[in-house]
């Protein structure tokens, strides 16, 4: 069945280093792609997503592909702040109402 | 504009309380969603509902009793609830008109519960 991996975290991070959160997914068809924030004590925040193979999201600096070929949407970052230690989830669409998350990964950057 | 709204914030019963949490969003969205959020771990969907009606259950418990008045309004009723159903419930919504394609889902903060 489809499934989303996401690497074990937690991730810790100076300020200013460069963040990469690897995501991994199966599924049939052409699924669409996101990448969801949860600061602390907060809901879900949309962070970027993706439709289609070779399709880049971004928002706020963070970037993500949509590659078939590796199955993969990582999740990457130029230049991290402490404003952005949060859990990240990578989730795919599966029909037109269902996702399925991965397990999150929890990033804290130190300044 | 994307928000969602969520009340209470926070919401401490007992087992033999009724009680009822509420949603709302101003974006036009058809499609409204329930989801249960244990610490550490990613939301699980319990109840979509499409045009005002239940389009999927994920055989939840028939102590959660989720009610769509109007397209702009989420609730989702409470009764005899477990410690075990302590956690953070989000609610979402999406556009619900996208014709079989995939929707981009946008939550609010959640109501987190307690249940003595």
């Known amino acids: 069945g489809d499934s989303v991996t996401q690497m074990e975290g937690p991730v810790t991070l100076s300020e200013e280093a460069f963040l990469t959160i690897n995501c991994t997914y199966t599924?049939?068809?052409?699924?669409?792609l996101f990448w969801y924030v949860q600061y602390p004590g907060e809901g879900l925040q949309l962070l970027l997503k993706?439709?289609?193979?070779?399709d880049k999201g971004s928002n706020k600096g963070f970037e993500a592909t949509y590659r078939k070929e590796t199955t993969s949407f990582h999740l990457e970052k130029g230049s991290v702040q402490v404003s952005d230690s949060a859990v990240y989830f990578c989730?795919?669409?599966?029909?037109?109402?269902?996702?399925?998350f991965g397990t999150g990964t929890r990033l804290k950057v130190l300044a | 504009d994307t928000e969602v709204t969520q009340t209470p914030k926070h919401l401490v019963m007992g087992m033999t309380n009724k009680k009822s949490l509420k949603c709302e969003q101003h974006?036009?969205?058809?499609?409204m969603y329930w989801y249960k959020q244990k610490a550490k771990k990613p939301p699980e969907l319990m109840f979509v509902?499409?045009?005002?009606?239940?389009?999927i259950n994920e055989s939840v418990p028939s102590r959660f009793s989720p009610e769509c008045p109007n397209s702009s309004l989420l609730n989702l009723h409470l009764h005899a609830l477990q410690p075990e159903d302590s956690a953070l419930y989000l609610c979402?919504?999406?556009?619900?008109?996208?014709?079989?394609?995939?929707?981009?889902?946008?939550f609010g903060p959640g109501t987190r519960l307690l249940v003595l």
């Open positions: 979402a919504s999406s556009q619900g008109t996208s014709g079989g394609n995939q929707e981009t889902q946008y």
């Open positions: 599924a049939t068809g052409y699924p669409s």
């Open positions: 993706a439709t289609k193979a070779d």
């Open positions: 989730a795919l669409g599966k029909g037109t109402y269902k996702y399925i």
């Open positions: 974006m036009g969205h058809r499609a």
């Open positions: 509902y499409s045009y005002e009606k239940l389009s």
